[in-house]
RNA sequence: UGGGGCGUCGCCAAGCGGUAAGGCAACGGGUUUUGGUCCCGUCAUUCGGAGGUUCGAAUCCUUCCGCCCCAGCCA
């Protein structure tokens, strides 16, 4: 058995149980709640179940924990499913759904009643709250909390009719009203909503709350190791409540561990669907969000993000990534299998003055020179084409070794160029063109005398040039942690990065780019990787950059600049 | 200060009584027809603080400090 990844202390559990023979197999589960997509925070907590299971021969199961109606949408569970299998994780035959249960968890409840251990309570839930205490004072009992075991069984029996409003009646387990730990103050167990669920209809008017629904599910499905976020750790004493006092016969362990996150986002449910709603972004797939259909979008690959989750391990303190891991991960990931193509941002006329008129020549280039079985490619090349403006600079500053005038670089794959004269605008001073010189020798990009050169362009021939938009990304925050700003009184509105989306148009790219399809991945040499978006067309063809390449020049200017 | 957790490099994170892994970032240098990739090197005498136990402590004990979570009929 290959053993991939780091260790990590959920990992010394299982391989502690496992050699007890406590358990001779893993069984995990990934239980969402169908109310929103999926970020990469869940990523996380799918590598590590799916991942898990995978690792140890055993199986995840895919759960969605649909215990209120009011919140959950078919939609969700259709993104959620998609999501998953993207990343690359299998449920098999392991589908399933909180709400296959509700019938168990009723006759669980009747039972818990019959034991003396839950009651019908009719407080209001106003009542509920100030009967129950506060974090130094102990809960007061419900008066209601010792109704015979034949009332609670009728009244419930009421309740689950439809005989009552919402609110009027819970079920609650009979528990400890001062224990320190407010959970276990008679946590209520079922209430009463009256609305359409996505599975069971019309059936049910009560639904069991997570508390009590979680342990159920994990125990009929005969997980092992339940793995959730540390904020549960204090309900493990409930969950463990439950299963004893019903006597079930797997009890599996709850684990916590840490959430995951990312500096300069967001990564609540909540949060981001008000990033949705708010017209923020254009969606839940926008590229700037940190939901799975968005890191898609942007071009991030299943891979790249196993490999995050991977890199970043599990523990249990409190902990923000940086950003700059995930980009390492997909920069890492796409070296080795984007292919190359040459693109023109912020295009800038050049005309090679001794190149002959009407004509033109193709030149071969490697496309991947990670990857030689990737091959090869002819770009076409002609008397005029178009560079990055920012690789002119007509009073260039030290170490700045692209084009100026006079000094001489190469184009990529093709000739060295001389920069002869800067053409401008007369009234604006605008540069409108540059006027160079070819080396005819140096076609390719090598020079025969041995002459060096210290910079080398990426270009594209005007004539041929494929008319594209480019839609660059930058962090959707300013700050580094917006969640922690908001505390602190900022606004997340104020704290969003107004300069997170950069649409280009008229940007000029190499005509193999028409074989590419939404989706695909490549790289723009010198610019960074991109993907093809959806919303692509040969016709008015669109690229999301994904990540931009390392770039030394830009950190050696602003540490010039000071 | 009721309960539950957590504090090891700027950010993740190993370490489980034998003398501080690794990754990201950063910073030097080499290679280079992407200022990319790749390669090589630097980067915690110190583990939140203070005591103590021990031949020996990030690891054990005491105490103090800081941060996070909990008072939904959300999950």
């Known amino acids: 058995m290959e053993i991939k990844g780091a260790s990590h202390f959920i990992q010394d559990i299982i391989e502690k149980d496992l050699e007890s023979g406590k358990h001779d197999t893993v069984i995990t589960r990934f239980p969402p709640e169908p109310n929103g997509y999926l970020h990469i925070g869940h990523a996380k907590s799918i590598c590590l179940n799916f991942g898990l299971a995978e690792k140890y021969g055993g199986r995840c199961h895919l759960r969605f924990d649909d215990t209120n109606p009011r919140k959950e949408d078919p939609e969700y569970v259709h993104s959620i499913m998609h999501d998953v299998e993207w990343l690359g994780f299998h449920w098999g035959d392991h589908l399933y759904y909180a709400s296959d249960y509700f019938g168990e968890f009723y006759r669980y ?5 019959k034991q003396g251990q839950a009651y019908v309570c009719s407080l209001s839930p106003d009542e509920i709250r100030s009967y129950r205490g506060t974090l130094t004072e102990p809960g007061i009992n419900s008066p209601y909390r010792k109704r015979s075991v034949q009332e609670n069984l009728e009244l419930f029996q009421e309740m689950k009719k439809g005989s009552f409003k919402e609110g009027e009646y819970v079920l ?3 528990i400890d009203m001062a224990s ?3 959970n276990m103050r008679d946590p209520v167990i079922y209430r009463i909503i009256h609305a359409w669920h996505h599975r069971t209809r019309d059936a049910w008017c009560i639904y069991p709350t997570y508390d009590y629904a979680h342990c159920l599910s994990d125990s009929i499905e005969g997980i092992t190791h339940s793995l959730c976020s540390l904020e549960f750790q204090d309900h493990r004493p409930l969950y463990d409540w439950f299963l004893e006092q019903l006597g079930v016969s797997c009890h599996p362990q709850q684990i916590e561990f840490a959430r995951l996150n990312l500096n300069f986002t967001v990564m609540s449910k909540r949060k981001l669907t008000q990033l949705v709603q708010s017209g923020h972004v254009s969606g839940w797939d926008d590229p700037r969000m940190p939901t799975i259909s968005g890191l898609r979008r942007r071009g991030y690959t299943p891979e790249s993000i196993r490999r995050f989750c991977d890199l970043i391990g599990v523990a249990k303190s409190d902990n923000v990534v940086d950003m700059s891991m995930l980009e390492y991960c997909i920069r890492e990931d796409l070296n080795k299998r984007a292919p190359r193509y040459m693109g023109v941002i912020n295009p800038l006329k050049v005309v090679i003055t001794n190149y002959p008129q009407e004509s033109s020549e193709e030149l071969p280039a490697i496309n991947n020179p990670e990857d030689e079985a990737m091959g090869t490619r002819n770009v076409p090349f002609s008397r005029v084409i178009y560079i990055e403006a920012e690789d002119f600079r007509e009073d260039p500053p030290k170490k700045y070794f692209r084009l100026a005038p006079g000094r001489e670089v190469r184009l990529r794959y093709a000739y060295f160029i001389t920069c002869q004269e800067v053409v401008k605008d007369q009234e604006t001073g605008r540069i409108l063109e540059l006027r160079c010189t070819y080396d005819p020798a140096t076609r390719g990009g090598d020079s025969p005398d041995g002459r060096k050169v210290k910079g080398t362009l990426h270009w594209v021939s005007a004539g041929h040039a494929v008319r594209s938009g480019v839609r660059i990304y930058d962090r959707l925050f300013s700050r580094p942690n917006p969640i922690q700003d908001e505390k602190k009184g900022l606004a997340l509105n104020d704290t969003l990065n107004p300069a997170s989306l950069q649409e280009q148009q008229g940007c000029m790219m190499e005509p193999a780019v ?40 830009a950190k050696i200017e602003k540490k010039m600049q000071g």
């Open 109 to 113: 409840s009747l039972q818990l009643i």
């Open 172 to 174: 609650r387990a009979r």
């Open 180 to 182: 320190p730990n407010i």
């Open 514 to 553: 028409k074989g590419l399809k939404p989706g695909d991945i490549l790289q723009f040499e010198r610019l960074g990787y991109f993907c093809v978006d959806p919303e692509s067309t040969p016709a008015s063809p669109v690229f999301n950059r994904t990540v931009s390449l390392k770039d030394t020049w």
